[in-house]
């Protein structure tokens, strides 16, 4: 008997090729406005305390992340979501232009530009809440679920390589004659662009429309909320979620360590970039064959190891001498475990979610880890105390829980 072989996969169809293309963009303009490694530098370049730097990352994370219950409320009955995405968007592009300029022309006050940086950062990070839920939800409705992986996959990779190329720039201009805060002006301009781009190609994908729903209100959905957490699959992922919302108190401090404690020229943040964005289309290949073979669950699990893993390398590196070389494994494996939450979480958060609820419990779970994003504020403290060693040592206690908690996920998902 011949042996069958599979048939080939289905081309893209135009919306998925437009929510490639947007993931392209957005890696891109990822690559330039890293905040964990782009962001905090120019902020310590400013004398940033610890607390502050904290403070950054947790807004690009749980500012993202906390509107999404309130979001959740307002587009659930809506039969299109698109409408609500591009007007985010609008004010996304604004406040990345207000970034730029209070960078190129405010440095002088070192108190007054970070101040307002910061809040400029903040409404960006709301806005983006806004969007993301509508961003999931027109997904969940373009992309079958069975091509999902694949998608997020193609996404990850091809914009991984983009903003590699996005970190060699960030590298070279921060090599450069260019004076500071130009250079720092110059790549957040750069950032901009692409994200931008990104939400421009986003926002002309064809959206399916919804049946009607009963617009329950925020307060329906607040009163929803028992009920989505009586769903022990929903509470075994929230509980994994906390978890590593948690463990994130170090990230912020990779790239602060390595300036101010292991004093590693400025340059080299570019390479900690490319490290960061170099490391993201191997690993997604692996993710992508993880999650089509193995399911979501799995990629959690192995991703909650890298992670846990990076800033205990972080403390050897320091301990050993290492130089900035060596140093870059630690973020290869945050990126690598980025890579697959990224994918791990979304499938597994779709998969989960019942259609006619699935706006809630988005909704839900992005708000309540949301409000957990702000540990760096914590590790930044108690870096000021006691440094960041325990800091890095609380990060991998953190991420062994979540390995250990992945166990009650549900397998199929």
């Known amino acids: 008997m011949p042996r069958m072989t599979p048939a080939p996969p289905r081309a893209w169809d135009r919306n998925e090729r437009l929510g490639i293309l947007n993931g392209w963009a957005v890696f891109t303009g990822d690559g330039f406005l890293n905040v964990s490694v782009v962001v905090v530098g120019f902020a310590a370049r400013l004398g940033a305390p610890n607390w502050v730097i904290g403070l950054l990352p947790a807004i690009a994370a749980g ?21 609500v995405y591009r007007s985010a968007a609008l004010v996304r592009t604004g406040t990345y232009v207000a970034m730029v300029l209070i960078a ?12 307002l940086f910061v809040l400029a950062m903040m409404l960006n990070a709301l806005a983006s809440g806004v969007s993301g839920l509508p961003f999931l939800e027109v997904v969940s409705k373009t992309v079958p679920a069975g091509r999902r992986p694949r998608f997020f996959g193609t996404r990850n990779l091809y914009g991984g390589l983009l903003a590699f190329a996005a970190g060699l720039l960030v590298r070279w201009i921060l090599a450069s004659d260019l004076p500071f805060p130009l250079n720092y002006a110059l790549i957040f301009a750069l950032g901009t662009a692409a994200f931008t781009f990104g939400y421009w190609v986003f926002g002309l994908v064809k959206e399916p429309p919804d049946p009607p729903l009963l617009a329950l209100g925020l307060r329906g959905e607040l009163r929803a909320i028992p009920e989505t957490l009586r769903d022990p699959h929903f509470r075994a992922f929230l509980t994994v979620r906390l978890l590593l919302a948690g463990a994130s108190m170090s990230e912020p401090f990779f790239a602060v360590n390595a ?3 292991l004093h590693y020229p400025a340059a080299t943040l570019g390479i900690f970039v490319m490290a960061l964005t170099g490391a993201a289309p191997l690993s997604n290949i692996v993710w992508q064959r993880v999650a089509e073979r193995k399911g979501s669950r799995r990629i959690i699990r192995y991703a909650s190891v890298c992670y846990g893993l990076a800033p205990l390398y972080a403390v050897a590196v320091g301990a050993l001498g290492l130089n900035a070389w060596a ?23 779709l998969n989960i979610a019942p259609e006619h609820a699935r706006s809630r419990y988005i909704g839900t779970l992005n708000t309540l880890v949301g409000a957990a994003l702000f540990t760096p504020v914590l590790g930044g403290l108690l870096a000021d105390r006691v440094g960041y060693t325990p800091v890095f040592a609380l990060s991998g ?8 908690q992945c166990g009650k996920l549900r397998r199929d998902a």
Do not use: D, I
Request: hydrophobic fraction near 55%; glycine fraction near 6%.
């Open 63 to 83: 500012g993202w992340m906390l509107p999404q219950l309130l979001v959740a409320a307002r587009v659930r009955s809506l039969p299109f979501k698109l409408p």
């Open 104 to 115: 190129a022309l405010l440095s002088h006050n070192p108190a007054l530009c970070l101040t």
């Open 259 to 261: 300036l101010r404690e």
């Open 327 to 349: 140093y870059l494994g630690v973020f290869v494996l945050s990126s690598v475990a980025t890579q697959g939450f990224n994918l791990g979480h979304t499938n597994h958060l």
């Open 397 to 404: 206690a953190l991420c062994a829980a979540a390995w250990w």
